[in-house]
């Protein structure tokens, strides 16, 4: 099993920062890919930022420039660091790993950007 766990969300004014993190306990073996997804109300769920085991990281056209991944392959942890936010950055935030394909999420964090 599995547990993705996220902190770091809350409420920030636009412009501000936040730095979001997620720590994988448990049999965390194994695991590939792991990233961040968001969703906001009346929205699909959309990726934000992939980093893979390789080093290929994948952002959202939407978030280039201004969210950066960083990873700790090694303890299974992945963060983001959010810059510059915007109203339409207001989602939950939903930790993401791939281990054996068989995807795993995170419980969600709200991030709130007030204009």
């Known amino acids: 099993q599995v547990q993705l766990v996220e902190s770091g969300g809350g409420l920030v004014q636009a412009g501000g920062s936040l730095r979001l993190s997620c720590a994988a306990s448990?049999?965390?073996?194994?695991?590939?890919?792991m990233g961040w997804y968001r969703q906001a109300p009346g929205k699909q769920r959309e990726l934000v930022a992939i980093d893979t085991s390789g080093g290929a990281t994948n952002y959202a056209d939407s978030v280039k420039g201004r969210f950066t991944i960083s990873r700790d392959n090694a303890k299974k942890t992945v963060s983001l660091q959010m810059n510059s936010l915007k109203p339409e950055d207001t989602a939950v935030y939903y930790c993401?790993?791939?281990?054996?394909?068989?995807?795993?999420w995170g419980q969600g964090t709200q991030v709130t950007v007030s204009s």
């Open positions: 448990g049999v965390i073996f194994e695991i590939n890919t």
């Open positions: 993401y790993a791939l281990r054996r394909g068989w995807p795993v």
